[in-house]
């Protein structure tokens, strides 16, 4: 009788175990497992930011990166293409030197802005000025002159060079408020002499330019230890350099003491002319709905004061990962996956605008849409939307993801639609059913958003390989529902604002002649 039970006991057990793993999903199970144990993200991560680098629009190195990534794709058996979409302004970066000659000789941290032109091989050599203060735009235009042959220093020169968390851990609570009291007089009286000159802090560049400038000395500090934000130059002939808060600050110091510092910048780069503009499209075409779409959505381009690693180097990488997952372990999707590696969202979605606008077709019947654009943290928001049913198609798909990743989620149903900031905005205007995996901080804004800080020390794989699992399975639970999404929309809320009712974002077209004089 014992033996009897024993192999009952037995039988039962393997009947359980029969049952348990009947009901795992082997595709869920295969993906999860790649994805820890022969992950490619390092790989890419390295080849797209080391090698490749930065990927501004116009650039030779943003094509590189999209001939890079259809070459990828073509490897694990995914079809990909680039597609043309429209024309940039071409640019290429060179070396940036920027020395300080007097009264001392210092190598100074810092780099050309982006579209600047060129300087000569010599470079430019000229005296520092800064801009003065002012009682209105009378006494700016007699004071303009003064600029003829000199660089111009035009932003604020910051109180302290230490981010808020450094005072708030080790300041007497008296001294950071002191410190945050004397910023917040310094700034707004910044502000106001710059409206006192009667121009903007945008407008202001040009009317120095053409005043005979020798040259434009910005520091758009991040607010974090050696962080800046690097975007583009606002001048036509005359260099545009960036310098970091501390080499700023020294050089404001100087020309406020009187020491009448000097600076030599050569900073070489080249003019290409009209270059095509491309998204990258890969494609996994289904077996039993091809005509319906589920995309997996990045934007490709940077600015390029770093290497663009966590916007959105990231981004990209999770959703070429993915795609290699679903296509090693789900091969005959039901409906279409594809990859939409964007251009030009930096200066406008206009990658994604122009999908939208070019593929009606695609659009319309687009299951679900999901980007990840800020950041290189596991994914901790997921909002609705705008979208009525979304509870019920997401919290059907968010069901199959393991619990350590959907633990940290956050959602929001149904939410309200995105208007901006990222590509599923242009989706979301057009009626289509577009999701952003939102991510954790890890001191974006500060450290890495737009910043020379922005490369590959900065990933955190761990979160990064977390974002490719949960997009894979939330992609392979789209494809595989038996409903096709429902796109009805809440009725918007009243505007606290306008106090008019919301209304739901309209499409706009790109810019498909970036840059370019002649359009």
């Not at 968390?165 to 910023?183: G, I, L, Q, V």
Request: neutral net charge.
């Amino acid at each position: 009788m014992k033996k009897l039970f024993k192999y009952c006991l037995v039988a039962l057990m393997l009947f359980s175990v029969s049952i348990s793993a009947q009901e795992k999903d082997v595709v869920i199970e295969n993906i999860i497992k790649e994805a820890n144990e022969n992950s490619q993200l390092e790989r890419l991560a390295h080849e797209m930011l080391d090698v490749i680098g930065p990927r501004l629009v116009g650039t030779p190195q943003m094509k590189h990166a999209h001939d890079w990534a259809v070459a990828e794709f073509k490897k694990w058996g995914v079809d990909a293409r680039n597609e043309k979409y429209g024309e940039w302004r071409g640019w290429e970066r060179g070396i940036t030197h920027i020395d300080m000659i007097y009264p001392r000789v210092q190598t100074l941290k810092g780099t050309q802005l982006a579209w600047n032109p060129s300087t000569s091989k010599k470079g430019v050599t000229a005296e520092l000025t800064v801009l003065p203060t002012v009682k209105n735009a009378e006494e700016f235009k007699k004071w303009l002159p003064n600029v003829k042959g000199k660089f111009v220093m035009v932003d604020m020169k910051q109180l302290t060079g230490r981010p808020d968390y450094n005072w708030e851990e080790f300041a007497t609570e008296e001294s950071f408020e002191k410190m945050k009291k004397e910023r917040e007089a310094q700034t707004k009286a910044w502000r106001e002499n710059i409206r006192n000159t009667g121009y903007n802090s945008r407008s202001i560049i040009e009317a120095l330019e053409k005043a005979g400038a020798a040259g434009i000395v910005s520091s758009y500090w991040s607010k974090g230890f050696g962080a800046n934000k690097i975007f583009s130059a606002r001048t036509k002939k005359i260099p545009s350099v960036d310098l970091e808060l501390e080499d700023y600050g020294m050089l404001y110091r100087l020309v406020e003491s009187g020491h009448k510092p000097q600076i030599k910048v050569v900073a070489e780069s080249k003019e290409l002319g009209a270059v095509p503009t491309f998204n990258t499209i890969a494609e996994i075409k289904g077996t039993e709905k091809p005509e319906e779409y589920i995309i997996l959505s990045a934007h490709f381009d940077s600015w390029d004061g770093g290497t663009g690693a966590t916007d959105n180097g990231t981004g990209s990488l999770v959703m070429m990962e993915a795609v290699r997952l679903l296509k090693k372990y789900y091969p005959n999707p039901k409906r279409t996956i594809l990859v939409g590696l964007w251009g030009s969202e930096e200066q406008g979605l206009n990658g994604s605008r122009a999908f939208v606008e070019d593929h009606p077709e695609i659009v319309k019947n687009i299951q679900a849409l999901f980007n990840q654009d800020n950041g290189t943290g596991r994914v901790v928001n997921l909002s609705g939307q705008g979208f009525l049913h979304s509870y019920d198609f997401l919290g059907r798909w968010l069901a199959a993801v393991p619990n350590d990743i959907t633990k940290h989620i956050e959602t929001t149903f149904p939410g309200t639609p995105g208007r901006g900031g990222s590509d599923y905005a242009s989706f979301i205007a057009a009626g289509a059913p577009a999701f952003s995996l939102s991510s954790l901080s890890w001191s974006y804004w500060n450290y890495t958003w737009h910043t020379n800080r922005d490369t590959y020390d900065k990933i955190v794989f761990d979160d990064v390989r977390s974002n490719a699992i949960l997009t894979a399975i939330l992609a392979y639970m789209a494809s595989e529902d038996e409903q096709s999404t429902p796109k009805d929309k809440i009725v918007l809320p009243v505007s606290k604002r306008t106090g008019k009712q919301m209304e739901w974002p309209t499409p706009r077209s790109p810019e498909r002649k970036g840059m370019l004089e002649d359009k």
